[in-house]
């Protein structure tokens, strides 16, 4: 059996002036050489890749963006991606656990939650400038490594996270919306780490401390699915992650799935994609 290849962030040290857990590059300084060439992989901390100028491609979970100025890419711990980015391109790659924000408590917990929800933003001038200011500290305080140069990254890298969260605020901003908002991110959050094993809406219901009924509602609401649709989503989005990044029998894949009956789950992959597992993979390889 083959896995994904899952990167684990390189820990520099457990001293308390060391963020263990955060990295940061130019990408001047990565690619003064050739071009960077990075195959499907996850990762188990979050992304962050900032293009002041750039060329190139980056893909997403199967969606596949073009690099332009002025864009951010997000990744979360879980998705899979793939990236080419082409000599001459500047900005900078940040890797970081949410323990960097620790200081913080669940408030930058549900920020994180909610900004790495949205893999691409792409700002205009004066938004890039100001993203950029933060960014160019944060690489400063790495590399001098001053007396209490770690709370100074955590605090700029809140920053960002903030500014980014502010490009998804929305008018309305009343106390059920925020709470119907928190309940979908739990919910999503469920999805990523139990969708191999749990498939039912009840026991998600349950998981939440809400009702089917007001877990229905609250999807329906804020995106228009309902949560059977959004589990289908998610089963098909991890199956296609393991069709495509791992050399796996569909057998294999089913079973990792939970599904005992292998014909079912390929009747259930075509229902949703219109290929069959076998017809995906050859398509997409």
């Known amino acids: 059996m083959t896995e994904i290849p899952i ?38 901390f979050y992304f962050l890749l900032a293009f002041e100028s750039g060329v190139g491609t980056h893909e997403i979970d199967f969606i596949t963006y073009d690099v332009s100025n002025n864009t951010v890419f997000l990744v979360r711990p879980g998705q899979i991606h793939r990236l080419v980015i082409k000599q001459k391109s500047e900005g900078f790659i940040l890797q970081f656990d949410k323990d960097v924000f620790s200081t913080q408590g669940n408030n930058i917990d549900k920020h994180l939650q909610t900004v790495f929800r949205q893999n691409l933003f792409s700002l205009n001038q004066q938004e890039f400038s100001e993203f950029n200011q933060s960014l160019e500290l944060i690489y400063k305080e790495c590399t001098l490594k001053k007396i209490n140069y770690n709370k100074i990254i955590s605090a700029h890298l809140d920053i960002l996270i903030t500014l980014l969260s502010r490009r998804l605020e929305t008018k309305s901003n009343n106390l059920e919306n925020n709470f119907a908002q928190q309940k979908l991110l739990e919910f999503q959050g469920l999805l990523d780490i139990r969708i191999s094993k749990l498939k039912s809406v009840e026991k998600y219901a349950t998981l939440l401390n809400m009702t089917i009924y007001q877990l229905n509602a609250t999807t329906k609401k804020l995106l228009g699915k309902t949560p059977s649709e959004m589990i289908n989503e998610c089963i098909i989005l991890e199956a296609k992650r393991q069709l495509l990044a791992t050399t796996n029998q569909v057998s294999q894949i089913a079973f990792d799935l939970s599904y005992e009956d292998v014909s079912y789950f390929i009747r259930f992959f075509k229902k949703q994609t219109g290929n069959t597992p076998d017809a995906f993979r050859k398509k997409f390889n």
Do not use: A, C
């Not at 040290?13 to 060391?18: A, I």
């Not at 940061?24 to 960077?36: A, E, M, P, V, Y």
């Open 7 to 44: 990167r684990k962030i390189r820990k520099k040290g457990v001293h308390n002036d060391t963020l263990s857990n955060f990295n940061i590059w130019k990408l001047s300084n990565l690619l003064d050489i050739k071009d960077l060439h990075e195959p499907l992989h996850r990762h188990n």
